[in-house]
């Protein structure tokens, strides 16, 4: 099983700034095959990038994807006050299971 | 638009069973792979099960298998998922997911979930 650790587990930035996620799986993943999940309080997970760098339709393009093998990262541009929220890395390679990274919550600082 | 509700959650025993329900609409629900993914309160996400789009793969994550099984009909666009033998640990949000594509393609839209709370 690939275990994703994500880094950190708390980023505490303000409107405007940069945020860099960090996504380590413990084997190499095909870059193809690396998602990024938006989840707000009480609310589902939403499709931001798939294919480690592809952005899901309606995606501002402040979100950007990158990364391969083992490290992936998610940059958000220019923080926005509604971009607060858990982020989660997924691989959804041919073998189950589809394995998620704990999570980073992006709080205001 | 795309469109996942899930049902069928509530409040059970221990041991006990329950069968939620995803009810599909806005895509051809019988051309997608499907899942079920559950988060336990103030947890992060785990993937419970997959189906292919026409039943025939199935697969789950090492904790429910043999207690839950995964099934769709593709006649009435709904998704199922039957627990048995539930467990404390099994208490959770469960949403049903859609697969842009086969087994290998991400998750391109989420239902709003349903809770599962297995207490005594």
């Known amino acids: 099983e690939i275990v994703l650790t994500q880094s950190p587990d708390t980023l505490s930035l303000s409107p405007g700034e940069r945020a860099t996620l960090s996504c380590r799986a413990s084997?190499?993943?095909?870059?193809?095959?690396l998602a990024w999940y938006q989840q707000k309080p009480g609310q589902a997970p939403r499709l931001l990038i798939y294919?480690?760098?592809s952005r899901a339709t309606g995606i501002p393009d402040r979100f950007s994807g990158s990364g391969s093998g083992t490290d992936f990262t998610l940059t958000i541009d220019r923080l926005e006050p509604e971009d607060f929220a858990v982020y989660y890395c997924?691989?959804?390679?041919?073998?189950?299971?589809?394995?998620f990274g704990q999570g980073t919550k992006l709080e205001i600082k | 638009q795309v469109q996942l509700v899930e049902s069928g959650g509530g409040v059970v025993q221990p041991g006990r069973s329950l069968r939620l329900s995803c009810a599909a609409s806005?895509?051809?629900?019988?051309?997608?792979?499907m899942h079920w993914v559950r988060q336990a309160p103030g947890k992060g996400l785990e993937w419970v099960a997959f189906?292919?789009?026409?039943?025939?793969?199935?697969d789950y994550t090492e904790s429910v298998k043999g207690r839950f099984t995964i099934s769709r009909d593709n006649s009435n666009n709904t998704l199922y998922l039957q627990m048995s033998s539930l467990r404390a640990e099994d208490t959770a949000v469960y949403y049903c997911a859609k697969a842009k594509f086969g087994s290998s393609s991400w998750f391109d839209y989420w239902g709003l979930g349903t809770l599962v709370t297995v207490s005594s």
């Open positions: 084997q190499s993943v095909s870059s193809t095959l």
């Open positions: 806005g895509f051809t629900f019988r051309s997608n792979a």
């Open positions: 997924q691989q959804y390679g041919s073998s189950p299971p589809y394995t």
């Open positions: 189906i292919s789009y026409d039943g025939d793969k199935k």
């Open positions: 294919g480690a760098s």
